[in-house]
């Protein structure tokens, strides 16, 4: 008997294993927002929008965030 995943591959046409994204994310506190801001050169406003999904992090923003282990989508 199929598992229900099979069955779906088959009905799609595609054979291939689907890769699956994970996004892990690390929380930062609210005591460490003010200082992360300060280090990123950003105001701790835009850092919480960001980190709450509210605003898109530019590209400078979002490879700091990534060195530090903070994955923004």
Same mark, same amino acid.
């Given at each position: 008997?199929?598992?229900?995943? =099979?069955?779906?591959?088959?009905?799609?046409?595609?054979?291939? *294993? !689907?890769?699956?994204?994970? &996004?892990? =994310? &690390?929380?930062?506190?609210?005591?460490?927002?003010? *200082?992360?801001? !300060?280090?990123?050169?950003?105001? &701790?406003?835009?850092?919480?929008?960001?980190?709450?999904?509210?605003?898109?992090?530019?590209?400078?923003?979002? !490879? *700091?965030?990534? !060195?530090?282990?903070?994955?923004?989508?």
């Amino acid at each position: 008997m199929k598992s229900k995943r =099979e069955a779906r591959r088959e009905a799609s046409g595609s054979a291939a *294993a !689907r890769v699956c994204v994970t &996004r892990i =994310e &690390r929380r930062v506190s609210y005591s460490g927002i003010s *200082a992360a801001a !300060r280090s990123l050169g950003c105001s &701790r406003e835009h850092l919480s929008k960001v980190l709450h999904g509210h605003l898109k992090a530019n590209e400078k923003l979002a !490879r *700091a965030l990534a !060195r530090m282990g903070v994955a923004v989508g």
